[in-house]
């Protein structure tokens, strides 16, 4: 089968490698219909990323079931089913109270689509996938959802959910804030989730056009800078700089919550410990467990409340992949 493989930084091919197998009666084998890119997919084709090549490209997408052991109840062969970019048994400890990230039968990082650091699962640019934890792991589509429109449901929408969902519950109507330019998709989903979820005003802070006009489009105020200090319930840094992180606590308010979703490779970052401890600042910090909320994002997504699509910049060929991965994008998909 053919693999999209990054060799090393800048040079990305179609490889021939061995198709995967069944390993036990739980498991389950994928074929990839629509693969979305990751925020993160553009540092690590362009090797901007600590995560070392070779890598087998691709961990957010839909795909269709085309072998299943025989243990797994939950699909069938044929059903389309999103892939959590993350492997998780659902049976231990942390799956069952949600850390789905951090699973406890799996090695530390264990998913698709980063190489050896990730334990080497392969990615889903590729003909099929071995799913490990089949019942545990998959999701199935529901009926009439365009595979191309969710694709990112495997990772970047679920972490545009934690940025904002978990605390408009706790506070309806809340003030949002959301900074981009880092995390390039994820902080537009944390847009459109939080405008569906009823939030008050959603500031989306940003300098990039394109983007901007997609924040607004999806009802937010969009930005170029700081919007006059103004203090908000609910923050969501998406930004991947040390100054991003900054304003977002600065904007925080007392009692409020900030997240920080974008990796940030600039090293340690000064918080002031006083002015936290002095407000009751809640700061979220760490990866998304993606797999608890991928049916609930479906739903909204069914029902029209949520429209991911509107954030894809384009539709791309399947062999095109491999040209496309590596151009400035916020969102591309990518269909057979």
């Given at each position: ?175 949002v804030l959301i900074l981009g330019g880092g995390t390039r998709s994820i902080a537009l989903y944390a847009v459109g989730i939080a405008v569906a979820l009823g939030s008050g005003r959603v500031d989306y802070v940003d300098t990039d056009p394109h983007r901007l006009a997609v924040a607004s489009d999806l009802g937010a105020n969009a930005l170029e800078a700081d919007p006059e200090r103004h203090r908000y319930g609910i923050v969501g840094d998406g930004s991947s700089t040390a100054d991003g992180l900054r304003l977002a606590l600065d904007a925080t308010e007392p009692g409020g919550h900030c997240t920080h979703a974008g990796i940030l490779f600039e090293g340690d970052v ?67």
């Amino acid at each position: 089968m053919q693999q999209l493989t990054l060799e090393e930084p800048g040079r990305i091919t179609w490889q021939e490698v061995a198709e995967p197998e069944l390993e036990s009666d739980g498991q389950a084998l994928v074929r990839p219909l629509a693969v979305a890119t990751c925020d993160m997919d553009l540092m690590i084709a362009r090797g901007e990323s600590p995560f070392p090549a070779p890598i087998a490209l691709g961990h957010e997408g839909v795909a269709e079931v085309v072998e299943i052991g025989r243990a797994v109840r939950s699909v069938a062969v044929g059903d389309r089913v999103v892939v959590p970019f993350q492997i998780s048994c659902g049976t231990c400890e942390r799956c069952r109270r949600g850390g789905t990230d951090a699973c406890e039968n799996v090695p530390p990082l264990s998913m698709y689509g980063f190489g050896a650091a990730g334990g080497g699962w392969g990615g889903l640019l590729s003909d099929l996938v071995r799913v490990p934890f089949a019942d545990a792991m998959l999701v199935k589509v529901p009926e009439g959802l365009d595979p191309a429109a969710i694709a990112s449901a495997s990772d970047n929408i679920p972490d545009g959910w934690r940025m904002v969902a978990p605390f408009l519950a706790e506070r309806p109507g809340a003030d949002v804030l959301i900074l981009g330019g880092g995390t390039r998709s994820i902080a537009l989903y944390a847009v459109g989730i939080a405008v569906a979820l009823g939030s008050g005003r959603v500031d989306y802070v940003d300098t990039d056009p394109h983007r901007l006009a997609v924040a607004s489009d999806l009802g937010a105020n969009a930005l170029e800078a700081d919007p006059e200090r103004h203090r908000y319930g609910i923050v969501g840094d998406g930004s991947s700089t040390a100054d991003g992180l900054r304003l977002a606590l600065d904007a925080t308010e007392p009692g409020g919550h900030c997240t920080h979703a974008g990796i940030l490779f600039e090293g340690d970052v000064p918080i002031n410990m006083l002015a936290a401890y002095t407000i009751g600042l809640h700061l979220h910090v760490g990866r998304v467990a993606a797999r608890p909320v991928i049916p609930t994002l479906l739903a909204m997504t069914a029902n029209g409340r949520l429209d991911p699509a509107r954030i894809t910049d384009r539709l791309v060929r399947w062999e095109e992949a491999g040209e496309a991965i590596v151009k400035d994008h916020t969102k591309l998909v990518f269909t057979r």
